[in-house]
Structures are given as structure tokens and as C-alpha cells.
């Protein structure tokens, strides 16, 4: 079985933003029911429902791990059900929580060779004991069997596909930073169990045939909602930047989300990774109801899948 727990289900900067004055924001703030807050995209996911791995460390990985129930010690004055970190990525909304989990707790930090290099360039991360905490790299396309931090398996088989994307912001350098890679520098993961499977992909620029090939025929697929619009940020006055130019694909253009979705055959479709601008988070918006109509839902903090 997969067992899959929502984490957070927004994009950098969560919903509301600390500094986001805007609408939608504003009614999070106050506890509208119809604008459910939600912290930065992370997942959890388990094959046993003991041994839990997370998926991409967001900076409000503390605050998660505290409202999940299933990441809480559970044996000894220190504990953690949490035998690994996969990272698709290493933006700062997805690296920065490993410096939450510092405290010599043993557990592996999972990810492509690119990405562990962004983690090996910066010596903050050091503050993470390389003799406690392993980082393990994984080649592309290479199924790979979990297991906890004794060798037992721990019931579900992991693969990291390239996505075209972008190097991190942060990282940015050369004649064509914003150039679209599909190199390994952003990745999707499928979670299998031999009977099901599930495949997250928070951050994608473009749908090719190779991904649409990858997706026909999922059990479950949460997969990058940052913007409703490509020029979003731009219309609202929040940005200079298209969703394309941050690697992001939007959900309701021509060659958007909803339309590249079509006829793939996928059981459940989720989007994850939602920004605070993007109208689908307010439950009373035309968007979201546009969007429920076409077969997504939208996640939440806490929303649990089984398959």
C-alpha cells in the first residue's frame, strides 16, 4: 500500500504570505473558511505505515512535522519515524528544511547528483553530520527499493524522471539563466508499491511526450499548480515574472495543465504547489470550480491519499 500525507500544498512563500497584503491572502489571515491557509509543498510518503520518507524539505518542515501525527517520536526521549529526505529539487523552498532537522537524528537525504551538489556547495548544510545523516544519490530512470536505516525494505520502490525546469533562482548564472533544462537539475517522482502507482511532480515547465508517456495510466498524480495564468504575477502586480520564465506550467492556459491532462487515463488528479495569487486556493472562485470540473482537486495540508 501507499500511503501519502499531504505536508503542504502551496508554493514559496506559503498561503498567506508573510508580506502579502493581497485579497486572498488577507482572508486566510482572518479565517475564512472559503481560503484555507497551507504551508509550503512537501509530501510524506509510506509502505508500511511506520517508516515515513518526506519529499522535499520546505521551510516550514518543523511546523509540519508537528501537525502530522505519523512523524511524531514514538519511542526513547528521541525518535523519528522519518527514515529519509527525496529531494525533486534543490530551490530554497525545497532544501531549507534539512537545517530543521539537525539534531543527529539519523535518516538519508535522497536525491540526483545536481541536487546534492547544490547541497555539497553551500557549507550551512554541513550543520547536517555527514556521519549521522548519508546523502545517497540517485541516478535517473533507476527504480530504487527503500529501506529503513537497518537495510529492512520498506515496502515501496522509488524513480527520479527529469521534468524540464530551471536551475534554482539562486543559482542562476551565464548568458541564458532562464534557459528550460530537462537535465536532471528539476525532477518528478513515481511511487510504486508493485500494485499501484503515484507520481509527484510539484515543479514543471512544459509537458513533453516523454512526461505525457510517464503519466498515461496513474493510479495518482499530484502535480504542479503554481499559477492559474502564465502572466499571473504580472496582471496582479505581485511580479516582472511568467510562470514559464520560474519553471512553472500554468493550469488554465491553451497548452496549460487542464488541457495537457486530457485523455491520459490518470485515476486522481491533484495540483500541489499552488502560489498565494492563484485564485484555485479560495473555494468560492469561479477558478476552482472551473477546476473541479475538469477532475483535479486541489490539496490541502493534511489531505491523505491511500492506494
Not at 49 to 60: E, L, M, Q, R, T
Not at 262 to 290: F, M
Amino acid at each position: 500500500m501507499i500511503d501519502l500525507v499531504v505536508l503542504g500544498a502551496a508554493a514559496g512563500g506559503g498561503f498567506p504570505q508573510w508580506n502579502s497584503n493581497a485579497a486572498g491572502c488577507n482572508r486566510a489571515r482572518a479565517g475564512d473558511p472559503s481560503a484555507l491557509p497551507r504551508t509550503q509543498a512537501s509530501i510524506a510518503i509510506s509502505g508500511d505505515g511506520k517508516h515515513w520518507f518526506i519529499v522535499n524539505a520546505s521551510p516550514d518542515l518543523r511546523q509540519q512535522i508537528n501537525q502530522t501525527p505519523v512523524l511524531h517520536p514514538k519511542t526513547g526521549l528521541r525518535s523519528t519515524p522519518i527514515a529519509g529526505v527525496i529531494l525533486t529539487g534543490a530551490e530554497v523552498d525545497t532544501i531549507t528544511g534539512l537545517l530543521t532537522l539537525r539534531e543527529r537524528q539519523p535518516f538519508d537525504i535522497l536525491g540526483t547528483q545536481q541536487v546534492l551538489g547544490q547541497l555539497d556547495a553551500n557549507p550551512i548544510f554541513e550543520a547536517l553530520n555527514r556521519e549521522v545523516v548519508r546523502r545517497r544519490e540517485i541516478a535517473l530512470d533507476q527504480p530504487l527499493a527503500l529501506t529503513t536505516q537497518d537495510g529492512q525494505p520498506a515496502g515501496l520502490e522509488i524513480t527520479l524522471f527529469a521534468v524540464p525546469g530551471k536551475v534554482p533562482l539562486y543559482a542562476e548564472r551565464g548568458e541564458n539563466p532562464a534557459a528550460i533544462l530537462e537535465n536532471g537539475e528539476t525532477v518528478g517522482l513515481e511511487i510504486a508499491d508493485g500494485a499501484s502507482r503515484v507520481l509527484f511532480i510539484p515543479g514543471c515547465a512544459c509537458m513533453t511526450d516523454r512526461l505525457r508517456e510517464r503519466l498515461h495510466g496513474a493510479d495518482v498524480v499530484l502535480f504542479d499548480g503554481t499559477l492559474w495564468r502564465d502572466d499571473e504575477m504580472i496582471r496582479a502586480g505581485l511580479g516582472e515574472k511568467t510562470g514559464r520564465r520560474m519553471g512553472h506550467m500554468s493550469v488554465a492556459d491553451p497548452e496549460g495543465t487542464i488541457k495537457a491532462f486530457r485523455d491520459l487515463g490518470i485515476d486522481r488528479k491533484a495540483l500541489i504547489h499552488i502560489n498565494n495569487s492563484n485564485p484555485i486556493l479560495l473555494t468560492d472562485s469561479p477558478e476552482r470550480a472551473e477546476v473541479e470540473a475538469a477532475g483535479w482537486d486541489v490539496s490541502y495540508d493534511g489531505m491523505r491519499i491511500t492506494r
